[in-house]
């Protein structure tokens, strides 16, 4: 009883986190269309690390203790999670225009796919016989999520295909973004972990945005662009991370798994309620198994954990 009562908070915790993640992937970072996509993500991570230095401004005294390897594993999850993971997903759903976003968020939940296999390769962690299984059948039931058991046809949606490929590629950012913060937090705590991952995030952003020559994007800004940025800064973008690595902390990564499907589910809804948006049949059976197939894969240790 004692050990439910301490895990309940972490869970929940994730839990909350991805309904975020959930709300702000189908109603919230859509309506920022009007920007350009690297703006977005600059902008994303760097008003919510601006306002973190008023209370966590001690972090950066912590910086002088980091070592060499410290640093490489906060810029992977910076350029990973952070950058090209944050650009692929926004991407993707800019490319759909309020179209298919559940289809967007679900594809990304092939994360574990990448994650294992890339703890695999980094962390030497063995992948029995079964991955490849499960691994397949996940694959297989995202591309009937998104296609049905027709070739993709451009000329009905032109811009799901490329849509569907980034959010495979954000997939696996995000995943690899997982194996390394899981680095990061065996050595420091949530706070820290957050903190540098806006921070250098903000930094590698910059740097895209410049050399894309998209920082005119501050004059293009309408009152409703900047009222979404500062809901999500405070919300979906820092709060929901510090919600989930508190969370991450206190629980095993299997049940975080359980836990995470919250944010597909919960964007489900959310298209339904805010843009009318439903699943057909093969959808909804392509994504149940998709999701088993995910669950498999996260859970059973025999498959790679």
Request: glycine letters at 6%; hydrophobic letters at 55%; proline letters at 3%.
């Given at each position: 009883?004692?050990?439910?009562?301490?895990?309940?908070?972490?869970?929940?915790?994730?839990?909350?986190?991805?309904?975020?993640?959930?709300?702000?992937?189908?109603?919230?970072?859509?309506?920022?269309?009007?920007?350009?996509?690297?703006?977005?993500?600059?902008?994303?991570?760097?008003?919510?690390?601006?306002?973190?230095?008023?209370?966590?401004?001690?972090?950066?005294?912590?910086?002088?203790?980091?070592?060499?390897?410290?640093?490489?594993?906060?810029?992977?999850?910076?350029?990973?999670?952070?950058?090209?993971?944050?650009?692929?997903?926004?991407?993707?759903?800019?490319?759909?225009?309020?179209?298919?976003?559940?289809?967007?968020?679900?594809?990304?939940?092939?994360?574990?796919?990448?994650?294992?296999?890339?703890?695999?390769?980094?962390?030497?962690?063995?992948?029995?016989?079964?991955?490849?299984?499960?691994?397949?059948?996940?694959?297989?039931?995202?591309?009937?999520?998104?296609?049905?058991?027709?070739?993709?046809?451009?000329?009905?949606?032109?811009?799901?295909?490329?849509?569907?490929?980034?959010?495979?590629?954000?997939?696996?950012?995000?995943?690899?973004?997982?194996?390394?913060?899981?680095?990061?937090?065996?050595?420091?705590?949530?706070?820290?972990?957050?903190?540098?991952?806006?921070?250098?995030?903000?930094?590698?952003?910059?740097?895209?945005?410049?050399?894309?020559?998209?920082?005119?994007?501050?004059?293009?800004?309408?009152?409703?662009?900047?009222?979404?940025?500062?809901?999500?800064?405070v919300t979906t973008g820092s709060g929901a991370l510090f919600l989930y690595y508190y969370g991450l902390?206190?629980?095993?990564?299997?049940?975080?798994?359980?836990?995470?499907?919250?944010?597909?589910?919960?964007?489900?809804?959310?298209?339904?309620?805010?843009?009318?948006?439903?699943?057909?049949?093969?959808?909804?059976?392509?994504?149940?198994?998709?999701?088993?197939?995910?669950?498999?894969?996260?859970?059973?240790?025999?498959?790679?954990?």
């Open positions: 009883m004692i050990k439910n009562k301490i895990l309940l908070p972490g869970a929940l915790a994730v839990i909350l986190a991805a309904i975020a993640w959930g709300f702000d992937g189908v109603f919230l970072t859509p309506r920022l269309f009007n920007l350009e996509v690297g703006f977005v993500v600059f902008i994303l991570h760097l008003l919510p690390f601006l306002l973190m230095q008023i209370f966590l401004y001690p972090e950066y005294r912590r910086s002088r203790n980091f070592s060499g390897k410290d640093w490489l594993i906060f810029l992977l999850i910076a350029f990973f999670g952070g950058s090209l993971g944050t650009l692929a997903i926004v991407k993707a759903l800019f490319l759909v225009n309020f179209q298919h976003l559940s289809i967007v968020v679900l594809l990304q939940k092939l994360q574990p796919v990448f994650a294992i296999l890339l703890a695999a390769l980094l962390l030497g962690e063995k992948i029995r016989r079964n991955f490849a299984f499960w691994a397949a059948l996940a694959i297989l039931a995202s591309y009937t999520l998104t296609f049905g058991f027709s070739l993709p046809c451009l000329e009905i949606s032109p811009n799901l295909l490329s849509a569907a490929l980034w959010a495979l590629v954000a997939a696996f950012s995000f995943g690899s973004s997982t194996v390394f913060s899981k680095l990061a937090l065996r050595k420091y705590s949530y706070y820290t972990t957050t903190f540098y991952r806006f921070g250098l995030t903000s930094f590698l952003m910059l740097g895209y945005t410049l050399l894309t020559g998209n920082m005119g994007g501050f004059s293009q800004l309408t009152p409703m662009n900047i009222l979404i940025f500062f809901l999500i800064a902390k206190k629980v095993k990564a299997s049940v975080s798994t359980i836990c995470e499907l919250f944010f597909p589910l919960s964007a489900i809804v959310f298209d339904y309620l805010f843009n009318g948006q439903r699943l057909n049949l093969i959808q909804w059976i392509s994504a149940g198994i998709m999701l088993l197939a995910v669950l498999k894969i996260s859970l059973n240790k025999k498959l790679g954990r």
